[in-house]
DNA sequence: GTGTTGACGTTCC
DNA sequence: CGGAACGCCAACA
């Protein structure tokens, strides 16, 4: 028998599909990892990701408040995110968040609309 | 094998 | 809207 497909394989391949100029939370590539309310594995697979090398648009993984969220640890490469992001079409908020409500992904499902009828964005 | 930490999320105040 | 607490799972010491 074969050896799964860890679950990060699966993260990775759902990061990838993100179009440019769009924008996914950890929860809700969790949810299509099939790993619903595991977003900080989400996390720690994406901290594991060579970002150097962009093999997954981790840029494009936001947080549910639609901030960058990063580790002081990883030495600012939060600007390199923001600037990524900019590159690609993507406005911050006067406070540095984005508008998740023009920019959030939508896989090709109705589920968008589940979606923002679920997070109830303020 | 146990304890702590962590690119998070949600709920409560 | 901001801060605090709990949850959830995997990696690390």
Same mark, same amino acid.
């Given at each position: 028998?074969?050896?799964?497909?860890?679950?990060?394989?699966? !993260?990775?391949? !759902?990061?990838?599909?993100?179009?440019?100029?769009?924008?996914?939370?950890?929860?809700?590539?969790?949810?299509?990892?099939?790993?619903?309310?595991?977003?900080?594995? %989400?996390?720690?697979?994406?901290?594991?990701?060579?970002?150097?090398?962009?093999?997954?648009?981790?840029?494009?993984? %936001?947080?549910?408040?639609?901030?960058?969220?990063?580790?002081?640890?990883?030495?600012?490469?939060?600007?390199?995110?923001?600037?990524?992001?900019?590159?690609?079409?993507?406005?911050?908020?006067?406070?540095?968040? !984005?508008?998740?409500?023009?920019?959030?992904?939508?896989?090709?499902?109705?589920?968008?609309?589940?979606?923002?009828?679920?997070?109830? !964005?303020?």
């Amino acid at each position: 028998m074969t050896k799964e497909a860890t679950s990060y394989d699966r !993260i990775y391949e !759902i990061v990838r599909q993100i179009p440019r100029g769009y924008v996914a939370t950890y929860g809700q590539i969790a949810e299509l990892a099939n790993l619903a309310r595991k977003a900080r594995v %989400v996390g720690y697979a994406l901290y594991r990701v060579d970002m150097q090398s962009l093999d997954v648009p981790w840029q494009r993984v %936001v947080n549910a408040k639609g901030e960058i969220s990063l580790s002081p640890l990883r030495f600012g490469t939060d600007y390199l995110q923001r600037s990524l992001l900019e590159a690609e079409g993507i406005i911050f908020s006067p406070t540095g968040k !984005i508008d998740l409500r023009k920019y959030l992904w939508k896989p090709d499902l109705g589920w968008a609309v589940t979606s923002a009828d679920h997070h109830n !964005i303020k």
